[in-house]
């Protein structure tokens, strides 16, 4: 399954969005290497890249709602920090044990769980920074 920033995924806000793709490009790239027997030379830079995409990308989301006083900043957070320690739980488990159907499939609802956090809560911050302005 590819990942792509559709219609109903986009937000609105250039940097969210242009962050969301890179994400799901990151993701793309290590299940198209997997998917071609390639996935072990993809495995380390791939999930290096998300663990430390994510810390960024989480980042700038809460930068912009602490900036704008969003009200929902602590829930938003704290899926952010939950999602950040799974994610690099599972991304030691791809270094540790290669990249397994088990393991990518853990990567691929995880990263399920991030396209419905986009698809409400990132479109809901999104609408609150636009009627801010």
């Excluded at 830079?45 to 998300?50: C, P």
């Excluded at 602490?66 to 991304?91: D, E, M, V, W």
């Amino acid at each position: 399954m590819k990942y792509e920033l559709t219609k109903d995924l986009e937000t609105g806000n250039g940097l969210i969005d242009s962050e969301h793709r890179q994400l799901f490009q990151a993701v793309n790239t290590l299940m198209d290497a997997c998917s071609v027997g390639k996935g072990r030379d993809k495995i380390k830079s791939t999930s290096q890249f998300l663990q430390d995409y994510v810390i960024k990308h989480f980042r700038d989301e809460e930068d912009l709602q602490k900036t704008h006083q969003y009200p929902g900043y602590i829930s938003h957070r704290q899926f952010h920090g939950g999602y950040a320690q799974t994610l690099n739980k599972i991304c030691w488990e791809i270094e540790k044990e290669g990249p397994t159907i088990p393991i990518l499939s853990k990567l691929n609802q995880h990263i399920g769980v991030l396209v419905n956090h986009i698809r409400t809560e990132d479109k809901k911050l999104a609408e609150f920074l636009r009627n801010k302005k």
